[in-house]
């Protein structure tokens, strides 16, 4: 099993930055990608990113692409996502998860995820 603390969440405003990390334990030798999704208000869960903990591939949603930037820390067993340029819609509560199959990338499916961190975007 693999534990996940999301931090890092807050209120910013319009055009703003923010910068959310996942740190993980347990068994984290297995890690063969972390990701993170996003649910907003009424909304289902949306996938945003994932990077491969060998090699550091990384895949992203259109919506994004050029904004967001996802990195690992290996060593750290952590994951950040550097979020840039944020807009209102990307309000959401924000999930870290890892998936310890390495058949595919990006992984269709992750086994274990955090408990979710709040981020607010004001206009």
């Known amino acids: 099993q693999v534990q996940l603390v999301e931090s890092g969440g807050g209120l910013v405003q319009a055009g703003g930055s923010l910068r959310l990390s996942c740190a993980a334990s347990?068994?984290?030798?297995?890690?063969?990608?972390m990701g993170w999704f996003r649910q907003a208000p009424g909304k289902e869960r949306e996938f945003v990113a994932t990077i491969r903990w060998t090699g550091g591939s990384t895949y992203y949603t259109d919506s994004v692409k050029g904004r967001f930037t996802i990195s690992r820390d290996n060593a750290k067993n952590t994951v950040y996502l550097h979020m840039n340029s944020l807009t209102p819609e990307d309000t959401a509560v924000y999930y870290c998860a890892v998936t310890p199959i390495p058949f595919s990338f990006p992984p269709k499916q992750y086994d274990y995820w955090g408990q979710g961190t709040q981020v607010t975007v004001s206009s």
């Open positions: 347990g068994r984290t030798f297995s890690i063969y990608a």
